[in-house]
Every structure is written in C-alpha cells, then in structure tokens.
C-alpha cells in the first residue's frame, strides 16, 4: 500500500512538472473484464503514443482511456494489484479489456494463466489537450494552403495488424478510417478529407473514444 501511495505520488508530481497534461484527481472510470499480456516479442517497437515498448516497465493497452492515464489493475481470482500506465492501444481480442506489460502480469501472478479477470480502476485521469488546428495548417505562402480538406492521424504502429485492427474499430464507430504504410515499417491510421468546419467535431467524438492526442496534416 505505502508503494502504491508513493507511485502515485510521484505520477502526480511529474504531470505538475509537464504543461501539456491536465491531471483530474476525482477518477470515474471502472470496469471488470478480462486481462491479457504482451511480452519480449514486442519488446523495442512503438507503442500508439510513441513510446518504445519495454516488458519490463508497468505499462498497459487500453482500447479509450488516454495515454498516460494511471490505472489500478487487480486480478479477482487472487486478490493482488498493479498500477499501470495506458501507453498503447488494444486489445483488439474480442472479450479482452485490457493488455498488461509482461512486468505487470508478473505483479498479479497471471503469466502462466495467459488471462485474468481483473477490475480496472483509473487512479489518476490524465487528458493531453488536443493540439491546436492553426498549429498544424500550413503557412500562407505554400501552394497547397488552400486545400479545404485536411487529413486526420489518429494512431501509429510499428505492427500492421494492430492499425488494421484499429481501423476496423473505427469503422465500427461510422469513422471512415484507412490504414496509410509509411516507410517499410509504419503503420498509420488515419481519416482523410476532412472539412476544415468539421474537424473540431471529429477530434471531439475522437477525444471520446479515448484518442485525444490527433494530428492535422495537410494531405
């Protein structure tokens, strides 16, 4: 309990410290389903917010709470807890509510299970603001600055099948998602020609949905 107290505590602090994080105390957000884990053969490719996956941190994908947003897990068959933090996105199993770090899994003793059932308790609610739209349009003076169409990135994966999983998501949420290959080894999802007038909207119903740190681009 002291331990937890005081990783809370430094979570705090550290969002006190970083501008762009808006940090709520009173956290509303519970649910109990199903745990599973990702382990060394994702280890060292990025996570949906950019971040480098490590097994051995206490980390976890969650399909809307917002990056960074800290979560209680706690394995209902033995009682043990673990705090994590949302970094990814997933699962995208049918019946699955959340993918534990393998250091996770280790804390509530559900590796050799594979699956728990587990209560989801957000302990501390963490929004990034969406980025402004007049930062990310183009300067006057280049040719294509008076596109009325913008183009919407939600997610960035270095495994296709979870952006191909993500878009179907979308689909299912009447978002006309798309995957985009980037390079050899990126996958992105996206939504293309959105109107300028609606893209407010649209990063409103996204934010929703868990997926508040999009970015507009020119095409």
Request: with cysteine; aromatic share 8%; glycine share 6%.
């Amino acid at each position: 309990m002291k331990t937890s107290k005081l990783f809370l505590l430094i979570v705090a602090l550290v969002g006190l410290c970083t501008p762009t994080l808006l940090i709520a105390q009173d956290a509303q957000h519970l649910e109990e389903g199903y745990a599973s884990w990702y382990g060394q053969e994702f280890a060292g490719r990025l996570t949906a917010n950019g971040e480098v996956y490590d097994p051995n941190q206490l980390t976890a994908a969650h399909l809307t709470l917002p990056f960074g947003t800290l979560v209680k897990v706690t394995n209902l068959q033995n009682g043990r807890s673990v705090n994590v933090r949302v970094t990814d996105r997933g699962p995208f199993i049918k019946g699955r509510n959340i993918d534990l770090s393998r250091a996770a899994a280790e804390e509530i003793a559900m590796v050799g299970a594979g699956v728990a059932r587990v209560r989801i308790e957000a302990q501390v609610l963490v929004n990034a603001p969406a980025r402004p739209v007049a930062n990310t349009l183009a300067p006057a003076n280049l040719s294509y600055a008076g596109l009325e169409t913008r183009t919407i990135q939600i997610a960035s994966y270095a495994n296709r099948e979870y952006a191909q999983k993500l878009v179907q998501y979308f689909v299912n949420q009447k978002i006309s998602a798309e995957e985009e290959i980037f390079g050899t080894a990126i996958y992105r999802v996206v939504v293309r020609n959105i109107g300028l007038n609606t893209i407010p909207e649209l990063r409103n119903h996204l934010a929703q949905l868990g997926y508040s740190d999009t970015l507009i681009r020119l095409k």
